[in-house]
């Protein structure tokens, strides 16, 4: 038996959370590799002592299990350049191996007969790139099962460390959201961005059948980086809905102050913590479609994010995950991984200079309402790009 079937035996066995169904199908599977390993050693035989006899059998495509590189990992990952580290894991060598030395925190010594380095190895080659588990498993030497399983292992780890790295933002932090895009967009008192993309959940297999949506609703700030993340139920389309069962949904009264608000698109309902843009239910003055544009504009920091997301993770494409839990699993692992690489490289936003470093004050005289207060600020807006083009 070789190393790799050795490793992948004890790993099960070695694991109280694998049935012994799963112990039984390993046995019978090693079985069957053995006799393919048998049948394999005599045909070279009979091609040594009968080689045209057996020439046309040996030039049809083979039924055999692949050939399994068991020393990819060590010889060739390990040697990666930095460029190799970009192209196919879309992030630094320096950011993955600060993601193994964060992760050893939660990982007990010795639990595993496969090292973290490799498994956060084939973790991340499978988020990151349009694979198999069945291909991954023929490139690092591991049976599909065992990357399967290293695959939901360590997607489940990350995502625990969840409330480390997605947090809301503290008062000082808000502020200099605030201060940032108010500078670079004239838009006052914003302290972050929602929306929420369209997942793709199904089969790799049954490309015929049409896959189910899951929505993705995300809070991120300035930077990118996301400060509240809600996945929603497979099947369910509407924002709204999504966002009826959020978190933040219940708690925006407490976590956003009365002069400060979020932006989101016309799917949302206008709250007085969540300013949408006009919509064409009425006639749209000059100042409301100027509003909906430096609206739209500083909206887009959130559509960013996403496409961030999806371009590096690209397993979020289609996620062909049976279980509900699992697939939520995946996607929380992979915004937190998003934060973490930010983190560690920096925000793709470029710094600019601070021009404008105050907010206005929403006077509670004036505004009651939810559409009051987006008056408020569409009269502001309109006023601020007034007055710049009178300097001019």
């Avoid at 925190?105 to 490799?118: A, D, H, T």
């Avoid at 490139?139 to 997605?166: C, D, M, P, W």
């Avoid at 590096?312 to 062909?320: E, G």
């Avoid at 907010?359 to 006023?383: H, M, P």
Wanted: glycine share 4%; hydrophobic share 40%.
């Amino acid at each position: 038996m070789s190393n790799r079937d050795t490793e992948f035996i004890m790993e099960l066995f070695l694991d109280d959370n694998v049935s012994t169904m799963n112990r039984l199908i390993v046995a019978t599977a090693n079985v069957i590799s053995e006799n393919l390993e048998n049948v394999s050693y005599v045909n070279d035989a009979l091609m040594k002592e009968h080689p045209l006899a057996l020439d046309s059998v040996s030039s049809r495509p083979s039924s055999s299990l692949p050939v399994l590189r068991e020393d990819f990992y060590e010889e060739t990952v390990k040697n990666f350049s930095e460029e190799d580290y970009y192209d196919r894991f879309k992030m630094s060598k320096t950011t993955v191996e600060a993601l193994i030395n964060f992760l050893k925190e939660y990982v007990k010594p010795g639990s595993s007969i496969v090292p973290l380095n490799k498994k956060v190895h084939v973790f991340l080659w499978l988020l990151t790139n349009d694979v198999s588990f069945k291909e991954i498993g023929e490139l690092f030497g591991l049976h599909k099962s065992s990357v399967s399983y290293i695959f939901h292992e360590i997607a489940t780890l990350v995502a625990e460390q969840r409330n480390q790295f997605i947090n809301w933002p503290s008062l000082e932090e808000q502020h200099v959201t605030r201060i940032k895009v108010n500078s670079k967009y004239g838009f006052p008192n914003c302290i972050g961005f929602i929306d929420a993309c369209q997942l793709k959940v199904g089969s790799r297999r049954k490309r015929r059948e049409k896959p189910e949506i899951i929505l993705l609703q995300a809070v991120c700030d300035e930077t990118l980086m996301f400060i509240d993340i809600h996945v929603g139920e497979i099947g369910i389309t509407r924002k709204g809905k999504v966002f009826r069962e959020s978190f933040i949904s219940q708690e925006l009264k407490n976590l956003v102050d009365f002069d400060n608000h979020m932006l989101g698109d016309a799917d949302y309902k206008l709250r007085m913590n969540l300013i949408t843009p006009f919509t064409c239910d009425e006639v749209i003055t000059s100042e409301e479609m100027r509003f909906n544009a430096v609206h739209w504009k500083a909206h887009s920091y959130i559509r960013q994010a996403f496409d961030i997301l999806r371009d590096r993770f690209r397993k979020l494409n289609l996620i062909d995950i049976n279980t509900p839990e699992a697939v939520n699993t995946l996607i929380c692992a992979a915004c937190v991984l998003h934060n973490f690489v930010l983190l560690q490289e920096g925000s793709p936003v470029k710094e600019e200079v601070v021009l404008i470093d105050e907010g206005i004050t929403i006077d509670t005289d004036v505004v009651d309402t939810a559409a009051e207060k987006r008056q408020f600020l569409c009269n502001y807006i309109s006023y601020f790009n007034n007055s710049k083009t009178f300097q001019q």
